[in-house]
C-alpha cells in the first residue's frame, strides 16, 4: 500500500507518535529519558518547532508541535530517531531499527482541538496504568502547563494563553479541565486521526485545509450515503 503523504501547514499544530518496534519498550533507565527529552529539545530549537505537550512513555512517546517550517516536523523526527537508535544501540549491545515504522502524525485544528489533544498526551501515563495522577508522571509536559514547572521544552500555543490573563490563571484553567477525563468518543477520534493520518477539525477546517493544499482531508465514506436519495437512485433503488 502507498503510503499517504501527510498533512504539513507551517503555524498549524500537529500530533506525532512513535512507537518501538513491535511496541518493545524504548526507555528503561532514567538516562534514557534524559537523553531523549535532550535530543528533543534540540531538535525542536533546530529546526524551529514550538512543542506545546509532549510524553515520554517506556514504548512510545507524544508530542504536540507547531512547526515554522514546511519540514520541520520532518526533521526534527528524523533527528531525535537517528541520535536515540545510535545511543540506545550502543547502550544495550544491540543493533537494528528501534521504531515501528514511520511517526504517525495528524494535523489539527487548534481553536477546537489544541487544548484536548494536550491532555490526551499527558493522561497516557493514567490511562497506561503507570500512576494514578497525571500530576505523578514526571516525563510529561503536565508539570509545565497545570504547575507551572520549568520546562524549556514547552512553548505555549495562543490557545492555552486565552485561557487566563494570568500564568496561575491559565495553570489553574488548564489542571482543572485536565482533571475531567476525555469522551470517549473524542478519545476515539484523537485516535483514528493520528493512526490513519487524516486531519483532526471539524468540516468547515477540513474544507479550508483541502483547499491550501490540493487533496482530500478525510476519507470517501464507503459505499456512499445509502439513506440519501442521490445514492438511491445511482444504485437503481428508486
Known amino acids: 500500500m502507498a503510503r499517504l503523504p501527510r498533512f504539513v501547514l ?5 500530533h506525532v507518535i512513535q512507537r518501538g518496534n513491535n511496541r518493545q519498550q524504548i526507555l528503561f533507565e532514567e538516562e534514557d529519558y534524559w ?3 535532550e535530543k528533543i529539545g534540540i531538535a525542536a530549537e533546530k529546526f524551529q ?3 506545546h505537550a509532549y510524553v515520554l512513555m517506556p514504548n512510545h512517546f507524544h508530542l504536540l508541535l507547531t512547526p515554522r517550517l514546511e519540514n520541520g516536523i520532518g526533521k526534527l523526527m528524523q533527528y531525535v530517531g537517528r541520535y536515540y537508535v545510535q545511543y540506545f544501540n550502543d ?3 544491540r543493533t537494528g531499527t528501534l521504531w515501528e515504522g514511520r511517526y504517525r502524525a495528524t494535523l489539527l485544528d487548534p481553536k477546537t482541538y489544541l487544548l484536548p489533544v494536550c491532555h490526551y498526551v499527558e493522561a497516557n501515563p493514567v490511562r497506561a496504568g503507570l500512576v494514578e495522577q497525571t500530576s505523578d508522571y514526571a516525563w510529561s509536559s503536565y508539570g509545565a502547563n497545570a504547575a507551572g514547572n520549568e520546562d524549556p521544552l514547552i512553548t505555549p500555543h495562543p490557545e492555552y494563553e486565552r ?3 494570568s500564568a496561575k490563571a491559565r495553570q489553574a484553567s488548564y489542571a ?4 475531567s477525563p476525555l469522551d470517549d468518543n473524542l478519545l476515539k477520534e484523537i485516535r483514528d486521526a493520528t493512526n490513519k493520518a487524516w486531519l483532526l ?3 468547515d477546517f477540513c474544507q479550508a485545509i483541502e483547499s491550501l493544499l490540493n487533496r482530500r482531508a478525510l476519507p470517501r465514506p464507503r459505499g456512499g450515503d445509502r439513506r440519501s436519495a442521490a445514492y438511491r437512485r445511482h444504485a437503481g433503488m428508486e
Open 91 to 93: 547502550r544495550y549491545e
Open 10 to 14: 507551517p503555524g498549524y499544530p500537529q
Open 163 to 165: 485561557l487566563g490573563r
Open 35 to 37: 537523553f531523549l527529552w
Open 49 to 51: 518547532c514550538d512543542i
Open 201 to 203: 477539525g471539524n468540516p
Open 176 to 179: 482543572q479541565t485536565a482533571a
